[in-house]
Structures are given as C-alpha cells and as structure tokens.
C-alpha cells in the first residue's frame, strides 16, 4: 500500500507539473511538427518517396517520418524530465522524495513512469494532429503502439535518468543535453531508411545500428503499422535495463558518483 500511495504521489505530482506547464506541451507538439509539415518536403524530394520496409507497399515521406517523430517527442522529454530532476535536487525536493522508507528503485522507476507516461500523452496529441492532416495508421496500429511507446518512453527516461545522475549543476545541462540528443536523433532510422544510410557510409550505417533510439523508432514504426519488431524490442529492453541499473548506481549514496563527489 505504501508503495502504491508514493507512485499516486508522484503521478499526481508530474501531472500538476505538466498541467501547470501548457508552454511546454505546446514546444513539445510544435518542434515535431515543424518536421512533419516544413522539412517533410525537402527530405521527400532528396529521398523520393519509395519508400517500402516494414510496410510492403508504397508511402509517403511523411508517414514514415511520423514514428520517428513520435520518438523525438520521447527523446526531447526524457532530457526534460531528467532536467528537472537536476533541478528538484538543488532544490532538495528530490533529496527528500530519496529520503522516503521505500526502495530507492521504486521511487526512481515512479519518476521515470511518470515523465514517460507524460510523453505518451504529447505523442498521442501529435498522431491526432497528423491524422486531422490525412496521415493515418491502421486502427490495429494505434493500439499496439501503445506498449512500444511506453517501453522506448522509459528506456529514454532512464538514459536521461542517469545523465541526471552525474550532472551537479543545472547550468552544465544544456550542454550535455544537446550532446546526447543531437547525435542520437540524427544517427538514426528517424528521418530516413538504414539502407539509405548506408548508401552514404557502411560505418555511419553502423553507428545508426549501435544507437539504442534507433531500435526504439523501428519499435514504434514497425507497431504503428501493426506488426512486431522483436529484435528491436530486444535490443531496446537490454538498452532499459543498462541505463536503469547505471541510474541507480549514480543515485545510491553509498557508491553512487553523487556520494563520492560531494
């Protein structure tokens, strides 16, 4: 039960925040659709539009970006999420929260279950947007992205989690921010297909492959549309666990680096 009522808490606690935030949910939507609606075009033209895998039939530039999008709106608010973490710390809400009779990794995984579940809600709003616009999945696909949303949702949480972890000063996370979202957002499947990244370079190829929000947009892109990429959940659950088990060493007091550098 107690346990129970601290998740509440903090369910309550995100939802307030995002409530009280509208700014935020509204850069959120707009920053994807910037890409949907502008740059769609001058990609559809360097690309083309045929555009076939995992789909087996002929699409537009514009719906296989979507799910690539929907990943940068996970993207961009697990780095949020985490920023606000660094935040609650200097603070000392999250000091506090840390405090509480529970497991540490209960109250870490609420954390990281609320900012994703925030981020679904963003996606979901952004699918209703580009539906109203003509770019429509399957019924079946809705549904099942559900779930691959939610684990890409927590598994970019947990990298944004553990970078909260070493960070001390709000200040330096701007930085470290745009290092980590940059590199991962463009060295992906996101815009554009592996095969025509490899096209350019084998080894940048690679580098896409190696990058864990790869395998989170072929989740989410090949679910949309109604089909199971079990490789991807794979490499994306392993990617969860890693950054969670690093996250919760960062926050251990006894041998986390939070400890060792204070």
């Not at 808490?9 to 850069?27: C, D, K, P, S, Y």
């Not at 949303?149 to 000063?169: E, H, R, Y």
């Not at 060493?249 to 680096?257: E, F, L, M, Q, S």
Request: aromatic share 12%.
């Amino acid at each position: 039960m107690r346990w129970a009522i601290a998740l509440a808490a903090i369910l309550h606690r995100e939802a307030l925040r995002f409530v009280g935030q509208r700014g935020r949910f509204v850069a959120a939507l707009v920053r994807p659709l910037v890409w949907l609606f502008v740059f769609a075009a001058g990609f559809r033209a360097a690309l083309g539009l045929s555009i076939t895998p995992p789909y087996q039939t002929y699409i537009t530039y514009e719906v296989y970006i979507v799910p690539g999008l929907c990943g940068m709106i996970l993207l961009f608010n697990g780095m949020q999420s985490s920023l606000s973490l660094v935040y609650d710390r200097e603070m000392g809400s999250m000091r506090l929260l840390l405090t509480a009779p529970l497991p540490r990794w209960w109250l870490l995984f609420s954390k990281l279950l609320a900012g994703t579940l925030v981020s679904i809600l963003q996606c979901a709003a952004f699918l209703a947007i580009a539906a109203l616009w003509g770019i429509r999945a399957p019924m079946l696909g809705y549904v099942m992205v559900i779930p691959a949303l939610l684990l890409s949702g927590m598994m970019l949480g947990a990298l944004g989690l553990m970078l909260s972890s070493v960070i001390k000063q709000l200040e330096n996370f701007a930085g470290v921010m745009n290092f980590v979202i940059f590199p991962m957002f463009f060295l992906s499947s996101a815009l554009y297909p592996l095969w025509k990244m490899a096209e350019a370079s084998p080894r940048l190829r690679d580098l896409c492959m190696l990058n864990p929000f790869t395998h989170a947009v072929e989740l989410i892109r090949f679910a949309l549309y109604g089909q199971v990429n079990g490789m991807a959940a794979l490499w994306v659950t392993l990617a969860l666990g890693l950054f969670s088990v690093a996250a919760l060493w960062g926050y251990d007091p006894a041998r986390g680096v939070q400890n060792r550098k204070a």
